[in-house]
């Protein structure tokens, strides 16, 4: 079983949609967490860090159920510039390493 | 300020050719790691290092080595090249003290044939 599990997609929505991404994790210890977005041929950069309480950041909610060990990413009113891939990212209870999802594409379209 | 720099940025190495990557980082920074990224795949690390002098084999650290003699400096080497090592490699820094200030380089593409 991979650590950290997300649908590859693609999900193709219309501008202005809401879309949710979701992905799950399998090491219970791990501490901390993130979404990161990745551009097509570009490095992976941080898109927000995932909290119990959930976390929003303008039109980006993300939230983590720990006791089920699941992290979700729900984006409203998508934009043609949200097209990207989207990584669920793990950091492990070391602080040490952190361990990707497959990563999830995005295609926005007019 | 740089941030994290690789070169090269594109390479093409013939079966069992080797090589050197190069990370290099201007922030002082104590943590660095090596990923590669298979299309349409996440990214799994390779090895990393927390320190000076220091290194730590990662998810997928077979047919790699890895070299920290310098801070800022972390070397990736492939003694003899695969086409299974056909691949993105990105570098990555950390201050090792601060969870979300992980810098990626831009990534070098290397194709084995």
């Known amino acids: 079983r991979k650590e950290v599990e997300q649908d590859p997609g693609p999900f193709n929505v219309p501008e202005g949609a809401t879309v949710a991404f979701n992905c799950t994790y399998s090491n219970s210890a791990s501490q901390s967490f993130f979404w990161y977005r990745q551009d097509c041929r570009k490095e992976p950069k941080l898109l927000m860090s995932?909290?119990?309480s959930g976390n929003e950041d303008g039109r980006f909610t993300a939230q983590l159920n720990r006791a089920s060990q699941y992290i979700s990413l729900l984006i409203r009113d998508s934009k043609l510039t949200d097209s990207a891939t989207y990584h669920c990212?793990?950091?492990?209870?070391?602080?040490?390493?952190?361990?990707f999802g497959g990563g999830t594409r995005l295609m926005v379209k007019p | 300020n740089a941030g994290v720099t690789q070169t090269p940025k594109f390479r093409v190495l013939k079966t069992g050719q080797s090589m050197t990557l190069l990370c290099a980082q201007d922030m002082n920074h104590e943590y660095m790691y090596w990923y590669r990224q298979d299309p349409g795949m996440g990214l799994r690390l390779i090895h990393y290092?927390?320190?000076?002098?220091?290194?730590a084999k990662g998810e997928v650290p077979d047919g790699y080595n890895v070299s920290r003699l310098k801070k800022q400096n972390f070397l990736l080497g492939l003694e003899s090249a695969a086409p299974s090592q056909t691949s993105v490699y990105f570098c990555?820094?950390?201050?090792?003290?601060?969870?979300?200030?992980?810098?990626f380089g831009s990534g070098t593409r290397l194709t084995v044939v």
């Open positions: 990555a820094s950390n201050t090792g003290t601060e969870i979300y200030g992980y810098t």
């Open positions: 990212v793990v950091l492990d209870n070391a602080g040490n390493m952190l361990t």
């Open positions: 290092s927390v320190g000076e002098g220091t290194t």
């Open positions: 995932v909290y119990s």
